[in-house]
């Protein structure tokens, strides 16, 4: 089977790592791909919002799976355009993808199942919005509607900081037309987690837990970013939670998604804060987490693409999925400034260096004349595996420092809980 996965992050290496080991899978692409995923699968020139290039070129190339890495041609109906033309493809169509394209609709989508998650009140007009901006108190977490590239969340603390900030949303919109709109939440204390489910539209079956760290420094400070790094599983999982989960959060939202139409194929992403009142959910992705992925796929023993192909097919019931109680590791190197501003092209040295066992997957790399340069904010994500996690810590750590770029900068503290 030939199989295109689409994207360019350290989530599509992870794919793309991870289906490269099927026996099912005779050539994979990758559209756009990166460096990291060069060494494993043919890169193809075509952008990830490019739909109609994509399915062209998964027609005149015999694909006979495509994989939706990143939101963005998801919300914008990738899945439905391709099965109208009888291709096959994993991921959620258009009007599921909206439980992550617009924050109203999935908090709408909360409210309306009782599913246990922050108050909040949604606007559209910069003066109203002000004038309500203390209604939940503060620390107060304001997000942009639309996507944002995982940089649209904002906790604030003080009201001056907070209405200069929605200003720069609502306003000067920083992050384009997906400000247009904005979501007030109440700000909720706990331990966050992250929880991938494969859902079928009858079935959902989460996979193993993981803990993401959003912030860009050690101690969870600083402003938000795409993910610095995970580790799975996380360490606050037991069996009395994942029953808590399963029977107040995972059955409402298949019992929503049947009364509201909602037939939702793909993966679904709950990001979770463990509360003293219980778990929460605190948003909703519609594919693979990133870095999520980096930590959770590498525990997976059964084949990828059984586990595609059951989704699509609405078998999942059927379909046994096996995982490695191994403990994983990944640690995220971004560049100097991000979140914020960056620099591109900085030559990457010790990739050749690093461990046979530990993988490093490449988020924001490109080749350029031979060498490996940074390419963008989150630059590469080293993940490491241990029977405990502090091997597997001592592991990811001892590699990263194998490894340079002019301006890196990485977490110290991934693999350890943080409570916000």
């Known amino acids: 089977m030939k199989v295109l996965v689409i994207g360019n992050g350290g989530r599509e290496h992870a794919i793309v790592w991870t289906l490269s080991k099927s026996q099912r899978v005779d050539k994979i692409y990758c559209a756009p791909g990166n460096a990291g995923t060069a060494a494993i699968a043919e890169n193809v020139d075509i952008s990830a919002d490019n739909i109609d290039a994509l399915l062209d070129f998964a027609k005149k190339n015999d694909i006979g799976l495509t994989v939706v890495g990143p939101e963005v041609p998801l919300v914008l109906g990738i899945v439905d355009l391709f099965e109208s033309e009888g291709q096959r493809i994993f991921g959620p169509n258009r009007q599921c993808a909206m439980l992550e394209g617009s924050k109203a609709f999935s908090k709408d989508f909360?409210?309306?199942?009782?599913?246990?998650t922050a108050m909040y009140a949604e606007y559209t007009d910069f003066k109203e919005a002000v004038s309500n901006i203390d209604k939940l108190g503060f620390p107060i977490v304001i997000k942009a509607d639309g996507l944002a590239a995982g940089k649209g969340v904002l906790i604030e603390y003080e009201l001056e900081d907070a209405i200069?900030?929605?200003?720069?949303?609502?306003v000067n919109k920083v992050f384009g037309e997906s400000g247009s709109k904005v979501v007030?939440?109440?700000f909720m204390t706990g331990i966050e987690a992250s929880m991938l489910c494969f859902v079928d539209g009858n079935t959902?079956?989460?996979m193993e837990s993981a803990q993401d760290y959003k912030r860009i420094f050690d101690e969870d400070m600083g402003p938000n970013t795409g993910g610095m790094g995970t580790y799975s599983p996380s360490l606050i999982f037991n069996s009395e939670l994942e029953g808590r989960i399963e029977k107040e959060i995972l059955d409402p939202i298949m019992a929503g998604f049947k009364k509201e139409g909602l037939k939702f194929?793909?993966?679904?992403?709950?990001?979770?804060m463990i509360t003293s009142e219980g778990p929460k959910v605190l948003e909703f992705n519609v594919r693979f987490g990133d870095p999520e992925t980096q930590s959770v796929l590498p525990r997976l023993k059964t084949d990828l693409v059984d586990i595609f192909e059951s989704v699509i097919d609405e078998k999942l019931a059927d379909q046994e999925i096996l995982w490695s109680d191994e403990r994983t590791i990944c640690v995220v190197m971004a560049s100097g400034g991000y979140p914020g501003d960056y620099e591109k092209g900085r030559k990457i040295d010790g990739l050749e260096s690093v461990d046979p066992d530990v993988v490093v997957f490449h988020a924001g790399t490109k080749l350029f004349g031979g060498d490996v340069v940074t390419d963008g904010g989150r630059v590469l994500g080293v993940m490491a595996k241990g029977a405990t996690m502090e091997e597997a810590s001592g592991k990811a750590y001892a590699n990263v420092a194998k490894i340079s770029f002019e301006g890196a900068q990485y977490r110290k503290d991934i693999g350890k809980l943080i409570q916000r």
Do not use: A, H, T
């Not at 909360?110 to 246990?116: D, E, T």
């Not at 200069?164 to 609502?170: F, P």
């Not at 194929?265 to 979770?272: D, P």
């Open 110 to 116: 909360m409210i309306r199942n009782n599913i246990p």
């Open 164 to 170: 200069k900030n929605l200003e720069d949303i609502m």
């Open 184 to 186: 007030f939440e109440e």
């Open 204 to 206: 959902i079956v989460p």
């Open 265 to 272: 194929k793909g993966v679904l992403f709950i990001g979770l």
